[in-house]
């Protein structure tokens, strides 16, 4: 790749990080557009305008900042950095203070040698201020030489209604193709890897389908809990919080037809995977509230449990447990479920995707044994690896089958380069100055997944649904084992990955 | 694998090594017994009686054999196993010589606890005595109270004829089932391999057939010459040597269909893979003159070449160095190139079969780059190893495609046991014991085997293809990898597996 | 089905007819309309009016329908349908004459019980007057209290840039989701048929892809000429005429991925064929003029030639016949050729599809013989049916291999129904009726069809391309026979089909 | 097929019937070669001698022939085949009378051109004198020139035991390769067709294993009871006397992998087929009991039960209606049902194959109905056809699904021949001249078959199976039904093949 070529370089850029004085800024806007400048896809030519409610000078805003960037570079990188950085205050419906930030803007991008000077705005604020902010944008802050583009994160509604209503107020002011919506899990090495592992690939696209997969096992799984700051999760619960937007992107990305391109000019190339990921979501069977097991952690010797958390109603129902079975109705994937886990508290971290193919046919007969099935596992996170659970004879004067592992683990294999992958958040800041939004979520895949989501999360609230209590640091509800087990998923004892 | 099951190590057992003063018996034969010895497969009441023309007292035999089994166990071990070879001299065609040491036989088995005694004869001893050997055994030598079962050792005829020949002699007087023919690449770890690898998994067979691979290439590397003993060489060539015995085994075993079981009881077992192996090589094409190349090595400024060798007539048109592509008309291969390669004095050592897929299906459209072929590796020697090339998105902020591979390499991943991988000639000889059949040659097999190559090897006696010389030490001759490239392997330039 | 059950029927419907007085309308569209009404889909309380800008009165244009309509029915029906069926006389920009065109419709919708009157517009006229009357009925004629509908009919253009220009005349005027694109092809049962034919069974879609197809032919040949009115024609040429239209939404039915859904709920459930139809034009590759043979015919000894047609410019270059290969890039088709055929003037007439399947592999192999390809054939007209063309052992004691069809005669099969088969265009207005809008065309889809013909259509006129002549009766250019050979069709002389 | 071609018929030849005047003989032995002789296969040089124990005369004979044939040629041809039959009295065991018989061969043979005379014995008689009469011809009949190959009928043993026992003894007289076991439903049009139909034809091959056939039924009805000769088959049942034989030709021929090759020169050809049902059948599983129903009839108002024959015991537990299900351990077809059914006197007479494959994945969402499977029928008898159950769109203004088929009834599609289908006894004696052993039954085909059923058989002595009562004329017991459906067939009410 060579990052010189975008055209986005040869011209004009200001950024405007909204809400920059808050933690999404410091602690991941900010260095991320740091770690673009590093790179040299930010030049000393760009200008990078916090904008937010508190009053600071620049160098006040420079400061702050200043600790949050020196782990990523030298100092020297740091300083010439921050010298980009400026600091509007304002309110986040004060059209006029924007107008000021605005007006900044314009003289910088003036003394540029491109006539043509585009735009990012970065929202870095909660949704409920999303259609201010957007307004006062809208009325003042629009480029008038080049593109502008929104970057705006999650959440994006609590069910169908909230997001329906979201969508309206802000497609009255922004067409859908300048809203940029940012699921980070779309700019992790492995999600960003899952097409190019499918598509091209010739060995994976044959297996990749109702003949040969027996389950989709899409687990989340943190060995922490709320720490204290239960508050804000309580109000989601897991299934919103981790599933609706992380995983599903993930899933859909897995499950997805083939894309007509991947690659190539033109901005409906974009739109081919969405299209894709919107197509697979339209198949999905409501989830079955008999195909979900939720659960709520409990405190153990050494850890408070969730509803120990002071920010936490003593009587939530929130669930820090779910594991949810989903069901897609198309010729590819009718009759295979997909496991979906995701919990707090648990007995580690880790992201993964585990497809768990049939047994060979006849095996049982052929080799008078239970032969193991096969399993591809992409690990996302920590650890990225791809490997494919693989029998063969046991070494040595033996003829029994033994299963271990084809590996591809990226921190063996790509030594050099493992150690400097980049941040989520810098791929798809840099996703958004190139224009490529196949790794932004779109209005309609947003529509469909609510669909298969609200009426289980209604089910939640109208507490048809238990709450399995589990205990912090374990592995979660068993009943959750009991659910996949029933779904078709087999444990195989003693195979153990060799990290 | 619980050795001690097997049904023979309870029965009395005597091994009789015909030869047992040749190079085979002393660098194969004996270590591999040994080897079953320290592995407990053979007992201090076990004996192992020496056969050859030489007359020699035990204890002659025993300093004789010791330097060949010291490096593979203690002094203790080597002792003790010594204790039990004995040794007896006599004619190849002496029946009353035979019988002296059959009644030693009878002495000892008749020691042993149990009624049952059974006799392997092993032939280390050249194809010209074989009938008459056979002949001694038939008439004095065989068990009369368990079964008596004879290995013998390539080669097995010359072409259609002679094999026809040596096979009308030789079951006149022994029965199929009790003759087991080695070629010792059906005892390599990854040959036996290949049928657990094919149908203990669920993900290769579905791409194991002609929509899916492009060619298969198998390849045998030497990277060293006659070295002086050309003139045993001289009467078989490369084609005999190494192609029509040990690589069609490889390629039979890779192709055949599913057999009915790999295990089970009752003899009928063993058939089931030699079945298939039988059945697909019935089904070959009579290989085209246009699709072979044929090669002899020239000397460099430091090795002689082919015909310096003094032990080589100087008019020899001998091929070093082979590359054949075979066809097989089967639904399952139809149309696809198997390539088999084979030389010596090359520029490297390795055997390895190499299955090329079809590219990705629009693939090219799809990324907007020539998205290259998927191969899976099965490296047989040296460095046992299993890897498919796989393309992955490259790490970072690229969306480049880049090729890395899936590795299940043996010393990496089987630390434990790799130092101690059986050699083929002790697995081999265990599944004598054991009466597994299935790793031997059947009569059948070589007769459809011959079929396929004499034809090629009268073109070659008349004449009819040019011999190409090439230069020690280098890849062979230029024209082969034209033919392979011309029957549609693509060569990809830069990529390099990481051993 | 259960027509009464449609929810336009519970409502007041208006028809206009757009250009009533012209050919269209009289052979098609008012046949149409009646065909609806004696199967119970209108019914008397509906009204029809037709307008143009000549002047009648509601009985004189009676009077003039009435010979299109008798053989579709009976006196009683012809009359009482007549009954519905008013005129007004207005210009194609005449908003006024529009207008009180409108307030009969109103007059008429206010006596009806339902409060919610729909309005069908089709626009039976040339392209030129396309936005004009749409502007007009914008201005006047939509339903306030339900929904407009407007159907139009090709020619959508000559070229990318004239279609673009249509389109963005209209739909500144109306919203894509209101007007109902007319081919007529989408209306034939079999088109209809072939989504049912590819996703209703189990047994076609594994087989439906480059693994299993050699090629696919999409046949249209008419057997007489422009008979004196080549004049329109040749502002078109067959490659407008038949294939950038028909020809290409068969292919596209034929060729797309298994939409969502079908049936259902929903406005979006329309758009899922259309959204495949877009998605495989996507892939489709430029066509290369060295893939296409162009001819005109010439006369013979009873029937003039193309430019013998006085309404034909002497020196046109207007091909009356075509061959073209298509190339599709998606992971199912990559690799097979779509061959487009379509000329007047030939030998026959008939429209079908000929999926040719590849040998079965090592066939010649197993049987000592050629074995034939199957071939599943689906023919549009006349004569619908679908044959497979199949391989049995001859009966009797011959052995030999014969090539007979597995077969679904419409005419044989469903006798009870296929004299009553609905004309396309009944279909068709069903669907309109019934807001159902995937046999329609969509925008999109124009744009991305225009793509594919638009470079090769420049390339004719810039006479790039030899124009072959053929006699006319024959079975057109040899040429064509030769391309469609080279890229792998292969013909097999003997058979022959039992109609 | 050049019949006058075939080696055979420019030697001499002399057809010896065993048994001439017992039923079969005429039945089906003296018709069929009378067949043979009217189509040009054997001539009038050819010999026919009977041979049993009954004295006559020569023309006694023929008069006792004549009454079979004329309904097979005219009077001529009749006339003029009776020339060539002779007979010569004698005992099964009696060694001298055969040499008489043989005797006059040799005079008739010495007549000849063809220095080479072969001789083939047509066993007509009943299993217990089989060796006997082996002997006599083993002493004094075999051809001295030419080849000798002998024809047995049925049954072949009762259970593995008995089977042995018989093999045994025919296997010291005559070697495998000159014997031809005969079971007619390999002689059958369908039967003969079956590998032609899956072997050359690219369309079914794909589709013919687990991933899409859902089960395979292979049913046999009758329509009428034992006649009041109930005493033979109640030795028997439905069990060894129809699936034991007939229908596991049927199965194993549908079921089998592909053979190497079905035509060619050289002996082993004919053995290709019979490896692969061999290879198939040891992958059976053993039956369970619970997949197994039995039935016996009672009569109805018109005719009599099983047990009202007088020749059947009163006790009887002979099962005159089996279903069963064969599990088959192989990557094609593990986890398929097959079920077998066999019945007398049901309501109608058949035997076909049906095929039932799996729905169309996600089919029910797509057309939001309950699309129905698909099914391949090869009807064996009566009226020889085979269908495709196939489902399309209604035709007309409905978007229904409605099952039709496509259809191959030889009756209509080859008129020509179809009356004229030769027997499954000619095709087969004349394939006994020809040398060509596919289509008879080997011995290890034998072993295989009575492994799979002879546990199964002892079961039902042993009464661990109940035997259900069904009426005369019914569709047998209602509990077959169930079992089929409990194993996933799926009946669809309300479709109706029409013939």
């Known amino acids: 790749m060579a990052g010189n ?9 200001s950024v405007v990080v909204i809400g920059a004085s808050g933690d999404l800024a410091k602690k991941k806007t900010y260095p991320s557009l740091f770690s673009l400048y590093t790179s040299g896809f930010l030049s000393d030519s760009n200008i ?15 400061d702050k900042m200043r600790p949050f960037l020196i782990k990523h570079g030298t100092d020297e990188q740091v300083e010439s950095f921050l010298r980009l950085c400026t600091y509007s205050a304002g309110g986040y419906d004060d059209a006029k203070a924007m107008s000021v930030a605005a007006a900044k803007l314009e003289t910088h991008e003036a003394q540029q040698t491109s006539s043509k000077a585009n735009r990012v705005y ?69 999600t960003q890897n899952l097409s190019s592992l499918r598509f091209a690939n010739t060995f994976l696209e044959p297996i990749w389908n109702r003949n040969h997969i027996s389950s989709v096992m899409i687990t989340f799984k943190e060995d922490f809990g709320t720490q204290g700051r239960g508050g804000y999760f309580d109000q989601y619960g897991i299934i919103r919080d981790v599933m609706q937007n992380h995983l599903i992107q993930v899933l859909t990305l897995f499950a997805m037809e083939p894309p007509t391109k991947f690659v190539g000019a033109g901005s409906e190339i974009s739109e081919h995977v969405r299209d894709e990921k919107v197509k697979v979501l339209r198949a999905f069977d409501p989830v079955r509230l008999d195909e979900v097991v939720l659960g709520q952690y409990l405190g153990n010797e050494e850890e408070p449990g969730y509803k120990e958390d002071k920010t936490v109603p003593d009587d939530s129902v929130t669930p820090t447990y779910a594991a949810v079975v989903f069901r897609i109705n198309n010729p590819r994937w009718d009759g295979v479920p997909f496991i979906m886990r995701a919990g707090k508290a648990l007995n580690e971290r880790k992201t993964e995707i585990r497809i768990q193919f049939k047994r060979p046919p006849a095996s049982t007969f052929m080799f008078e044994t239970d032969v193991p099935a096969n399993e591809l596992v992409v690990r996302v996170q920590p650890g990225e690896a791809i490997y494919m659970k693989t029998n063969v004879k046991e070494p040595g004067l033996s003829n029994d089958i033994v299963t271990t592992e084809l590996d591809l683990s990226y921190k063996k294999r790509f030594q050099d380069t493992y150690s400097q992958l980049p941040d989520a958040y810098t791929r798809l800041i840099l996703d958004t100055l190139r224009g490529d939004k196949s790794s932004f979520v ?50 195989t004892g003693t195979y153990k990955w060799h990290d």
């Open 442 to 491: 779109r209005d309609d895949e947003l529509r469909e997944s609510w669909k298969v989501f609200t009426p289980l999360l209604k089910s939640i609230e109208e507490k048809k649904i238990e709450l399995i209590p589990y205990e912090y640091g374990s592995r979660g509800p068993a009943q959750a084992d009991e659910l996949i087990m029933r779904v078709g998923f087999k444990y």
């Open 48 to 62: 990078i305008c916090g904008y937010a409610r508190s009053k600071m000078t620049d160098d006040e805003f420079r």
């Open 5 to 13: 070529e975008f055209p986005f370089m040869k011209e004009a850029l």
């Open 122 to 190: 970065y929202f870095a604020i909660p949704p409920n201020v999303f259609t201010d902010v957007a307004a006062i944008i809208k009325e003042v802050g629009m480029s008038t030489t080049g593109w502008t583009r929104v970057i705006v994160e999650k959440p994006f509604g609590k069910d169908s209604e909230s997001f329906e209503q979201l969508d309206r107020s802000m497609s009255a002011i922004f067409t859908e193709d300048i809203v940029y919506r940012i699921d980070h899990y779309l700019g992790k090495e492995m």
